[in-house]
């Protein structure tokens, strides 16, 4: 069954609202999350690092004013598309590592469409 | 942010017929793993290898971590319509999981039944 939990699966929203993606880790804690942005046709790009209890770390050219990321707790991330424009439409997926040595594992991910 | 270098970039293929893709790094990983995606959803993993020189199968899956631990191969032997989607190959330098995951570009396969 699946190990990591992605809420909602998809969302479509104005340009100019905030939307919020939740990242749930199932039955195990996560002290480190990882949340991807893939654009139709092509590979996952790292967009940040999500640290529980500290901020997060972002990649190069990733807005974090405007990628807003809280790891509250130990199971759970979100990550928060702030004043979303159209060009923010993608699909976002997060993972979390199940421990040493385990690979990661992905959420279903979160098709966001802005209008 | 870095990419690996993974071929081919799509395949066509007659059901029944085995398929082979296969990824490359100029840096070392210490764990490469192989991942499907369907279309609206998140990459499942297909087999995770932790070892140079590993050889581990999960069916009608083979893959293998190369020597120098700069590349891997994926094979998948008998293909079905199903095998349809995009194949990812990822690489993990730190073995202790709380690294991110280095992509391939990924392989689209189609199958032709």
Redesign the interface.
Known sequence: GAV?S?HPSWVICKSGTSVKIECRSLDFQA??M?WYRQFP??????MA?SNEGSKATY??GVEKDKFLINHASLTLSTLTVTSAHPEDSS?Y?C?A?????????????T?LTVT | ?Q?LNQSPQSMFIQEGEDVSMNCTSSSIFN?W?W?KQDP??????LI?L?KAGELTSNGRLTAQFGITRKDSFLNISASIPSDVGIY?C?G?KD????T??V????T?LSVIA
Do not use: C, D, W
Request: glycine share 16%; proline share 7%; hydrophobic share 35%.
């Open positions: 990591v992605q002290t480190t990882f046709k092509q590979s996952l790009m790292l690092t990649e190069q699909f997926i993972s590592p199940t421990g040493r040595h385990s690979p990661l594992h992905f959420g279903n991910g098709r | 942010g990419q764990t793993l991942y609206g959803e998140g990459p499942v993993l995770a932790y990812f990822a993990l073995i202790s999981g709380n991110p995951l992509f391939g570009k990924g689209r």
